[in-house]
């Protein structure tokens, strides 16, 4: 089994000239087309002490290396955040539908110049507030990202992969990596909680199918029509005097129920097969851009090792 990856990275961007997802992303994808779309993990290399069967277990590990579907620099806006995630919802509906249901994730990679470490961020908030325009000119204030009984300005999806293990497993590798609950208010919380909104449809549709229910195929528009709708509730919602700060907590939120409705997302996607995740990473200056290649290579790596590990439970 080989786990698919769709990974993307941003360009240029208020303040930041040159995005160092930007530069990831390029690499990752000169490298898989160098060697082809499958990646055979460094992790599984042979030393010379290993035994025949050690040996032959590394070497089938290796045929089950990680696959890399695409590669994708996308421009910092909503529009084409939603543009892209359309454009992928039935890319990704027949790659879960594929034969053994080989597990697909959503990494989405953006540049946080305040931090100082890598961070695997483990929700998104339902809440745009744009400190500056986007690249397309778009700054919402105090916007739901997704509408919904029940859902507001506090309300996050938290992603199904297990990031706290994960987040150990490159600690331990020798990473400065850590869990983050805040993703911001920006492009890169809006794309995370828009993604997690798309794999939970798919995983979904996949449960249906299998039991023989509708298989959810006009998910495909969901992203585009949430955003058409976001974008019609702009004024409204700006008018009635929400926060601005693009990295302010939201006012009567409760951790409680948070950490409630994470659960409750988890349960529902576990051992679906679509997944996504968000991972913040710091400029070259705080950790050098060899360095970040190695990580990156590691997380997809630690990632595939995971998921073979749940399905084989």
């Given at each position: 089994m080989a786990v698919h990856f769709v990974v993307t990275g941003f360009g240029e961007f208020h303040g930041v000239k040159r995005n160092p997802t930007q530069v990831l992303v390029e690499w990752l994808d000169q490298k898989q087309r160098a060697r082809g779309s499958t990646i055979t993990p460094q992790a599984t290399a042979t030393h010379a002490s290993s035994t025949d069967a050690e040996a032959a277990s590394a070497a089938e590990e290796q045929q089950e290396a990680y696959r890399i579907l695409s590669c994708t620099v996308l421009e910092v806006s909503a529009t084409a955040v939603c543009k892209f995630l359309e454009e992928q919802a039935a890319l990704l509906q027949?790659?879960?539908?594929?034969?053994?249901?080989?597990?697909?994730?959503?990494?989405?990679?953006?540049?946080?110049?305040?931090?100082?470490?890598?961070?695997?961020?483990?929700?998104?908030?339902?809440?745009?507030?744009?400190?500056?325009?986007?690249?397309?000119?778009?700054?919402?204030?105090?916007l739901v990202i997704e509408q919904g009984q029940g859902l507001g300005l506090s309300s996050v999806r938290s992603t199904a992969l297990p990031v706290q293990q994960l987040a150990q497993e490159l600690h331990g590798a020798g990473f400065d990596c850590h869990v983050s609950r805040d993703a911001g208010r920006f492009v890169c919380n809006y794309i995370y909680h828009k993604s997690l909104q798309l794999t939970h449809t798919l995983s979904r549709s996949?449960?249906?199918?299998?039991?023989?229910?509708?298989?959810?195929?006009?998910?495909?528009?969901?992203?585009?029509?949430?955003?058409?709708?976001?974008?019609?509730?702009?004024?409204?919602?700006?008018?009635?005097?929400?926060?601005?700060?693009?990295?302010?907590?939201?006012?009567?939120?409760?951790?409680?129920?948070?950490?409630?409705?994470?659960?409750?997302?988890?349960?529902?996607?576990?051992?679906?097969?679509?997944?996504?995740?968000?991972?913040?990473?710091?400029?070259?200056?705080?950790?050098?851009?060899?360095?970040?290649?190695?990580?990156?290579?590691?997380?997809?790596?630690?990632i595939s090792k995971q998921l073979m590990r749940t399905k084989a439970a």
């Open positions: 027949a790659a879960c539908s594929a034969a053994g249901k080989q597990p697909v994730v959503l990494l989405h990679l953006g540049v946080d110049n305040q931090r100082n470490c890598l961070n695997l961020e483990l929700q998104a908030f339902n809440n745009a507030t744009f400190r500056c325009p986007d690249e397309a000119g778009w700054q919402p204030r105090g996949q449960q249906d199918a299998a039991a023989g229910g509708s298989s959810g195929s006009s998910s495909s528009s969901s992203c585009m029509a949430a955003d058409a709708a976001d974008k019609q509730e702009e004024g409204s919602l700006a008018a009635a005097g929400n926060s601005s700060d693009a990295g302010s907590s939201d006012a009567g939120s409760s951790q409680a129920a948070q950490q409630q409705q994470q659960q409750q997302q988890a349960d529902a996607c576990e051992g679906t097969p679509c997944y996504s995740l968000f991972v913040h990473v710091p400029s070259f200056e705080a950790v050098p851009e060899e360095r970040q290649q190695q990580f990156l290579l590691a997380l997809l790596d630690s």
